[in-house]
T-cell receptor, first 114, second 110 residues
Framework: SAVISQKPSRDICQRGTSLTIQCQVD?????MFWYRQQPGQSLTLIAT?????????ESGFVIDKFPISRPNLTFSTLTVSNMSPEDSSIYLC???????????FGDGTRLSIL | QKEVEQDPGPLSVPEGAIVSLNCTYS??????FMWYRQYSRKGPELLMY????GNKEDGRFTAQVDKSSKYISLFIRDSQPSDSATYLC??????????FGTGTQLKVEL
C-alpha cells in the first residue's frame, strides 16, 4: 500500500494562531481524506480533499476554520485556523488508492493548543 | 443512537487467549466492513476488510459479519503481547466514507 507521510508529527501552538498540516503520498491516489481523533472518541471525518477543486466538508466543519488544498494526486494540506484549546486533537490524513479499496492512514499530527 | 457502537473496554487477557471484539451498527445501507489496529502514537493500520456476510480469515485474525443482525466481530487467536493496541471497527457506505466505532483498548499480558 501507499506510504503516507504527515508533517509535523506534533506541535504545540498558541491560541489564535493557525497551523498547516501536510500529507504526502509516495504514489498517486484516487481520494484523500482528513479526520480528527479526539481523546476517547472515534475518528470524525472533517472533509474529502478534492484534487483541483474545493474540499467537501462534513456537517459541523467549515472551510473558514479548516481550509484544505489538494493541488495534485499525491499531496494535500489541512490548515487549522484561529486555534482554541478545543482544537487540541490528533489530525489524520487517509488515502484510497483505487475506488472500492480500503482507506490507509498516516501516523497523524498531534496538536496541542495552549 | 450512534451509527456504530463499540465496547470501549479496556480488555485485558492472558497471552494465548482468544479475543473477541465486537461492533453493532444501525444503518442497513452499510456495504463494507473493516477493522483497524492502532498502536499508541501511530495511525490506524488496516487489519481486515470485507464486503459480505460470513467469515474472512487471515492468519490469527478472523473477521465475521452478520448483516441480518447488523453485527461484526474480530477474533484474535493465540493472542500475543504485540497485539496490545486499540482496535477500531469501521463501516462504510457509498463514496468511500467510513463511520468508525470508538475503539476497544486491548492489553495482552504475559
Amino acid at each position: 500500500s501507499a506510504v503516507i507521510s504527515q508533517k509535523p508529527s506534533r506541535d504545540i501552538c498558541q491560541r489564535g494562531t493557525s497551523l498547516t498540516i501536510q500529507c504526502q503520498v509516495d504514489s498517486q491516489v484516487t481520494m484523500m481524506f482528513w479526520y480528527r481523533q479526539q481523546p476517547g472518541q472515534s475518528l470524525t471525518l472533517i472533509a474529502t480533499a478534492n484534487q483541483g477543486s474545493e474540499a467537501t466538508y462534513e456537517s459541523g466543519f467549515v472551510i473558514d476554520k479548516f481550509p484544505i488544498s489538494r493541488p495534485n494526486l499525491t499531496f494535500s494540506t489541512l490548515t487549522v485556523s484561529n486555534m482554541s484549546p478545543e482544537d487540541s486533537s490528533i489530525y489524520l490524513c487517509s488515502v484510497v488508492e483505487d475506488m472500492q479499496q480500503p482507506q490507509h492512514f498516516g501516523d497523524g499530527t498531534r496538536l496541542s493548543i495552549l | 443512537q450512534k451509527e456504530v457502537e463499540q465496547d470501549p473496554g479496556p480488555l485485558s487477557v492472558p497471552e494465548g487467549a482468544i479475543v473477541s471484539l465486537n461492533c453493532t451498527y444501525s444503518n442497513s445501507a452499510f456495504q463494507y466492513f473493516m477493522w483497524y489496529r492502532q498502536y499508541s502514537r501511530k495511525g490506524p493500520e488496516l487489519l481486515m476488510y470485507t464486503y459480505s456476510s460470513g467469515n474472512k480469515e487471515d492468519g490469527r485474525f478472523t473477521a465475521q459479519v452478520d448483516k441480518s443482525s447488523k453485527y461484526i466481530s474480530l477474533f484474535i487467536r493465540d493472542s500475543q503481547p504485540s497485539d496490545s493496541a486499540t482496535y477500531l471497527c469501521a463501516i462504510g457506505g457509498g463514496g468511500n466514507k467510513l463511520t468508525f466505532g470508538t475503539g476497544t483498548q486491548l492489553k495482552v499480558e504475559l
